[in-house]
T-cell receptor, first 113, second 114 residues
Framework: SAVISQKPSRDICQRGTSLTIQCQVDSQVTMMFWYRQQPGQSLTLIATANQGSEATYESGFVIDKFPISRPNLTFSTLTVSNMSPEDSSIYLC??????????FGPGTRLTVL | AQKITQTQPGMFVQEKEAVTLDCTYDTSDQSYGLFWYKQPSSGEMIFLIYQGSYDEQNATEGRYSLNFQKARKSANLVISASQLGDSAMYFCAMRVGGNNRLAFGKGNQVVVIP
């Protein structure tokens, strides 16, 4: 499976600031996904990012709060804007391979004070 | 919309014993895929096993097997010969048809004790 890396692995941020999370894949992939996992909860899909088009957001997530870039087939970024403590979560990117299986990056642990 | 249900409380398992994690799902689609992921305390999500709705054989991957009962809409994960490193949260997930979204259950906590 593809090797996926995320930066940063963790961060502590002040409310009102923004953080950009990077996701890098070692092979070209069509679809990349961004998920949020709030403390003690399951994963929730934020958006699907295809290269060359705008990301598709799930209900409850908006582009102004979570802008996404997908400049090429191996890279994507997710920005968490104007953060509040409720944004404290693990953010994970994933890519789709093989039998429609999604493989995940190591995650970014975000704490907002 | 598809729904995944994992309702077991946290489980303690003796090392070398087998453990079964329950997962039921709800969908009206005929074509779907079922997945199990492991999430250790480090936070990464590790893919374990996949079962397609049209697969006649239960999926197996090493010590992991999936007990797929289509009529009951259940896809239980069986971990054989538990190891201390199996201590983690386990998530069941489903993908329906051409929709590439994964819907996740709430997860099962497993603690393997020596």
């Amino acid at each position: 499976s593809a090797v996926i890396s995320q930066k940063p692995s963790r961060d502590i941020c002040q409310r009102g600031t923004s953080l950009t999370i990077q996701c890098q894949v070692d092979s070209q992939v069509t679809m990349m996904f961004w998920y949020r996992q709030q403390p003690g909860q399951s994963l929730t899909l934020i958006a699907t990012a295809n290269q060359g088009s705008e990301a598709t957001y799930e209900s409850g997530f908006v582009i102004d709060k979570f802008p996404i870039s997908r400049p090429n087939l191996t890279f994507s970024t997710l920005t968490v804007s104007n953060m509040s403590p409720e944004d404290s979560s693990i953010y994970l990117c994933s890519v789709e391979e093989g039998t429609d299986t999604q493989y995940f990056g190591p995650g970014t642990r975000l704490t907002v004070l | 919309a598809q729904k995944i249900t994992q309702t077991q409380p946290g489980m303690f398992v003796q090392e070398k014993e087998a453990v079964t994690l329950d997962c039921t799902y709800d969908t009206s689609d005929q074509s779907y895929g079922l997945f199990w992921y492991k999430q250790p305390s480090s936070g990464e999500m590790i893919f374990l096993i996949y079962q397609g709705s049209y697969d006649e054989q239960n999926a197996t991957e090493g010590r992991y097997s999936l007990n797929f009962q289509k009529a009951r809409k259940s896809a239980n994960l069986v971990i054989s010969a538990s190891q201390l490193g199996d201590s983690a949260m386990y998530f069941c997930a489903m993908r329906v048809g051409g929709n590439n979204r994964l819907a996740f259950g709430k997860g099962n906590q497993v603690v393997v004790i020596p």
